[in-house]
């Protein structure tokens, strides 16, 4: 893919700015810089930065932040969506239109693949700096490198997780140039090699500006990698991942929020200083409720029989919704449910009455997370801007147990679980017939573990990831999904999504070069 450098640098100049005191953008005019002008001064990279920032968190903005949380046992389109959106439907359906013509899959890589480019570039413009710098300018460089490498790492594996093989960015003289994907061993050696570079220069200490991504940031996602990468890449190591997580666990600092219901309650934690914060989130998406600093989110996750009131917290339009699996997989007494489903549609004391023609799952249960308590009554509730969570120490600690039960210490592993994020989920104290038994087998634990990530961390965005890497994707989605229980097609050649043609065009490289299975 092509880029004008000099574009690109304006687009990212003209979106960077955020003000720590409101917490939403503050839009700088924009300004056509040549690419050498902004790495001429280090506050000028750090706007690049920012503005990779901005870009990367425009993947998980409005329809689009959803296309690759649907189509698992977790989440599933709304009867109207599917009916009226044949691409989109694709994502669940996994039919004739799952291909390379499909504009929804498109939409989900070309928001994506820029942020690859240009990262790829400043990474280039840094390094032909670090040449002639002082040794003060070194250190401030250093710096922008360990964070812009960490977000093309971040931008990569979700590209591989979702593609597979990639046609790697390769800048010469500050320029993109095309070619072929790659196989999956070199993508995964550029990933781990960004990270290694974030741990070198990341800072352990999280800084004022939650935006910027600690040395924790960078070794989740590298456990994340070791975990996930195919077996085939060679870079699967439950062992490694062990490793960096214990040491986040040991020396991170961070801690389990009381009540999981705070991680959502936007007036609790709602920005990018520390004193807003979760103590439980190791990078994190940061909104607010002030376009162009909404997430939109709840138009897509809400009920369209609340709509007719547009400032109504529960509305929206049925686009993601939880299956009955993920509903029901919550023990009595499980305070996440409450927290993460929404059953009760009552408003002001009236029950809402469904759209005619638009679906019978309107007052079915809807994700809850996205909801904004802030502009109820007072604001549609399309400028939802409640914070996205990315990693979070709850996360961790699951995949920590994870690590410990592939490597022999399955009774460990299990105790981890009991005594932290289950614990948390009951209020503090298991019920004893919801207490893990430390004797269980590795392969029940497996089996445990994927039920409780769903848990846990229902429509965060890692549900289709966890089931493509321990195998179960096509088994679990083909009876827990409803489109797929209606009429079953999905099969191993969508655990990938097709190249996009668009992008097939613009690189003669990728030319007959398709995912296999897929059109």
């Known amino acids: 893919m092509k880029t004008n450098r000099y574009i690109v640098i304006a687009l990212l100049l003209s979106i960077f700015v955020s003000s720590c005191e409101d917490g939403f953008l503050k839009q700088d005019p924009q300004t056509s810089l040549s690419s050498e002008q902004v790495f001429e001064k280090p506050e000028n990279v750090q706007a690049f930065v920012y503005g990779l920032y901005y870009q990367w968190r425009a993947t998980r903005v409005n329809r689009k932040g959803f296309y690759t949380i649907l189509g698992t046992d977790e989440a599933q389109q709304g009867e109207y969506q599917v009916r009226t959106n044949a691409m989109q439907a694709a994502f669940d359906k996994y039919d004739g239109y799952y291909d390379s013509e499909n504009t929804s899959i498109a939409e989900a890589w070309n928001i994506r693949w820029p942020v690859a480019v240009q990262a790829s570039e400043g990474l280039w413009h840094i390094d032909r700096l670090l040449k002639s710098a002082s040794a003060d300018e070194a250190e401030q ?60 220069y990341l800072s352990e200490k999280r800084a004022a500006d939650g935006r910027i991504p600690t040395i924790w940031a960078a070794k989740m996602l590298l456990a994340k990698v070791y975990m996930s990468a195919p077996v085939e890449s060679g870079y699967r190591d439950f062992g490694e991942a062990q490793i960096l997580l214990e040491d986040l666990k040991s020396r991170g600092g961070f801690v389990l929020e009381n009540n999981y219901a705070d991680l959502f309650d936007a007036n609790k934690v709602m920005g990018n200083l ?9 990078f994190t998406f940061y909104f607010n409720n002030v ?140 019920p004893a ?32 990831m966890d089931l493509v890497r321990t195998g179960h994707f096509e088994e679990y989605v083909k009876v827990r999904n409803r489109w797929q229980a209606l009429a079953p097609t999905i099969g191993t050649q969508h655990r990938l999504f097709p190249v996009p043609m668009v992008e097939i065009k613009q690189n003669p490289h990728l030319q007959g070069d398709q995912n296999p299975g897929l059109n």
């Open 291 to 430: 376009w162009p600093d909404s997430n939109e989110a709840q138009w897509y996750a809400g009920t369209r029989a609340c709509s007719g009131d547009p400032n109504c917290m529960y509305g929206g339009y049925d686009f993601v919704l939880p299956t009955d699996y993920c509903v029901n997989i919550y023990e009595p007494g499980d305070l996440r449910k409450d927290a993460s489903i929404r059953s009760d549609f009552i408003y002001k004391g009236k029950q809402p009455v469904p759209s005619a023609g638009f679906g019978e799952d309107q007052l079915k249960p809807h994700f809850k997370k996205f909801e904004d308590v802030r502009i109820d009554g007072t604001k549609s509730f399309y400028y939802t801007g409640g914070n996205m969570y990315y990693f979070r120490y709850a996360d961790a600690l699951l995949m920590l147990a994870e690590c410990m039960n592939e490597t022999g210490n399955t009774s460990g592993a299990v105790t981890l679980v009991n005594t932290t994020v289950r614990s948390r989920a009951f209020g503090g104290t298991v």
């Open 274 to 282: 520390p004193s807003q914060a979760s103590t439980e989130e190791i």
């Open 433 to 464: 017939q919801y207490v893990w038994d430390t004797g269980m087998s590795a392969e029940e634990f497996r089996t445990k573990i994927l039920d409780e990530r769903m848990r846990e961390l229902a429509c965060e965005g890692w549900r289709r």
């Open 141 to 200: 460089y250093k710096v922008f490198l360990g964070q812009i490498s960490f977000y093309r790492a971040c931008i990569l594996f979700e590209l591989t997780q979702y593609w597979g093989k990639l046609p790697l960015p390769n800048i010469v003289d500050g320029q993109n140039q095309l070619g072929p994907r790659k196989e999956l061993q070199e993508v995964y050696k550029m990933i781990t090699d960004d990270l290694k570079v974030s741990l070198t």
